[in-house]
C-alpha cells in the first residue's frame, strides 16, 4: 500500500493542508488571512480533508509538518497538531524545511530546467528574511546553503546576499516583493513569484522522507524558529488603556 501522508503548512499567515496517496493529491485546502487564525482553522480544515478522501485519521501512515523557519505561533500551532495526531494513532513525525516547501512552489508555477537556481525567501520583518538557495535537479530540489535571517542591506553586493544565486535566478517566497523591492538598484534579470508555502508543495520532500524513514521523535521535536519569540503590543480597541501619569 502506498504512503498515506497528510501534509500540514502553518509558518506563514497561510494555513494549508493536503492528503497524499503515494504521488496522488487527494484533497489540498489553502486559507490566508491577515492575521494568525490557525488554530481556529487547522483542525476543521484536517477534518474536511479526511472526509473528502473517505479516510479516518486512523488510515494515515505519517503527518508531514513545516519545521521552520517562519512563524512563531505558526510553527507551535502545526507541530503541535501534528505531534497529536501522530501519537494518537501511532503514527511517524515527519519534518520538512518551510522554505524547501516554499520551492517547490516555483516549480508548480512554471517548468524549470535542470540546474536552475531557486532562492526561497520568507518575511521576517523590516528589511530580513530568512532564505536558502536550491538547485533543481530535474525531480527534486538540493539545497546549496543552510537556512538563514538574512538582513537584505542594500550597499551589500549581491554575491555577499546570495553567493550561490545565478544570472536567471527565480526568487520566491511570501518576501519575494519586499526582495526585489530591496535589490530594485541592482539591475538583476530574476524572475520573482510572491507566494505563501503550501501544504500541497510538500509532498516530494515528504514522500522522500517516508522512503528514506526520515522521522522526527514525536516526544522532543520542536521547529526551527530561527529567531526568538517576540510579543506584540497588547491591542486596546476601545481605548481603555490610560496614559501613565507625568
Known sequence: ?????????????SCSVALFDGDACLHAEQRCEEQHVHASNLLPMIDVALKAAGWQASDLSGVAACAGPGSYTGLRIGTSTAKGICHAQG????AINSLEIQAYHAVTNEPLE???????????????????????????FDA?????????????G???????????????????DKTERLLADKGLNWNFIAAHPTAECARI?????????????????????????????????LGLRKSAPA
Not at 500500500?1 to 499567515?13: C, Q
Not at 503514527?91 to 515527519?94: E, F, G, V
Not at 531557486?118 to 527534486?140: H, L, N, P
Not at 528514506?212 to 514525536?218: A, G, L, S, T
Request: proline letters at 6%; aromatic letters at 10%.
Open 144 to 156: 546549496l546553503d543552510e537556512t538563514r535571517a538574512l538582513v537584505i542591506e542594500s550597499q551589500a
Open 1 to 13: 500500500m502506498s504512503a498515506r501522508i497528510l501534509a500540514l503548512e502553518t509558518s506563514t499567515l
Open 205 to 237: 520532500p515528504a514522500l522522500d522522507a517516508w522512503a528514506n524513514q526520515r522521522f522526527e521523535d514525536v516526544a522532543y521535536f520542536t521547529p526551527a524558529y530561527l529567531k526568538d519569540f517576540q510579543a506584540g503590543q497588547p491591542k486596546d480597541p
Open 114 to 140: 535542470a540546474g536552475a537556481t531557486v532562492i526561497a525567501v520568507m518575511d521576517a520583518r523590516r528589511d530580513e528574511v530568512y532564505t536558502q538557495t536550491f538547485r533543481w535537479s530535474g525531480e527534486r
Open 91 to 94: 503514527i511517524p513525525l515527519i
Open 158 to 176: 549581491v554575491d555577499a546576499l546570495f553567493p550561490h544565486a545565478t544570472d536567471d535566478a527565480t526568487v520566491v517566497g511570501d518576501a519575494a
